[in-house]
């Protein structure tokens, strides 16, 4: 099974300050990584995804996260936000399998102080 | 970019009673994912649903729930007799080619059981 930890439930940053935003997750088997993001009354959109190669990767909107194996850790990062960067942010993991399911961590509210 | 297209965006029904609740996923898309987010609390998997049958399911997808693809383009989720505990935003997803592939978020619909 399993599972993912989002360490901050919420974090106040102020606009132009650099965030990162924790993960941690479990698995007894490889995993491919995602974060993704909850605009307020909107659905969930795909910030960024890990299935292979480098272990940094940029997403869209400025952000990126580096996979750390020996971790077990996917930290969101960007340098420099904005006030449009306040919303709710999801770190996800799923398995290699070819439709298994995406378990999501209980998610980190970024609150951008303008 | 495809979108998955949900509705209603909000349902209010009495206890006791039946909803489906209705998603249209991207049209050459071959996987299926019914979410839930109970206010506060995490983004939980459902279901998911590949060549017309239910391919993994969750705890909370009892017997009160069902799922079914009636045509080629509608992906329905039914709670036969709803709950207080029912009420929450489901989301409906879409992919490709399942784990590998970003899962595409419907807006989602808020159910609210009165």
């Known amino acids: 099974a399993q599972s993912v930890t989002q360490l901050d439930s919420q974090v106040p940053v102020f606009e132009e300050a650099p965030v990162e935003l924790r993960c941690n997750y479990s698995s007894s088997v490889s995993v491919y990584l995602f974060w993704y993001v909850q605009y307020p009354n909107q659905g969930l959109q795909l910030l960024l995804k890990?299935?292979?190669?480098?272990?940094l990767v940029k997403g869209i909107n400025g952000f990126e996260a580096e996979f750390n194996k020996s971790q077990t850790s996917f930290h969101l990062r960007k340098p420099s936000v904005h006030i449009s960067d306040t919303a709710e942010y999801f770190c996800?993991?799923?398995?290699?399998?070819?439709?298994?399911?995406?378990?999501f961590g209980i998610g980190t509210k970024l609150q951008v102080i303008p | 970019e495809p979108e998955v297209t949900q509705t209603p965006s909000h349902q209010v029904t009495q206890m006791g009673q039946e909803v489906i609740l209705r998603c249209v996923p991207i049209?050459?898309?071959?996987?299926f994912y019914w979410y839930r987010q109970i206010l506060g609390q995490k983004v939980e998997f459902l279901v998911s649903f590949y060549n017309n049958e239910i391919s993994e399911k969750s705890e909370i997808f009892d017997d009160q729930f069902s799922v079914e693809r009636p045509d080629g383009s509608n992906f329905t989720l039914k709670i036969r007799s709803t709950k207080l505990e029912d009420s929450a935003m489901y989301f409906c997803a879409s992919s490709g080619t399942g784990g590998r592939e970003k899962l595409f978020f419907g807006s989602g619909t808020q159910l609210s059981v009165l």
């Open positions: 049209s050459n898309h071959l996987y």
């Open positions: 996800a993991v799923s398995d290699f399998g070819g439709y298994q399911k995406v378990t």
């Open positions: 890990y299935l292979s190669g480098s272990t």
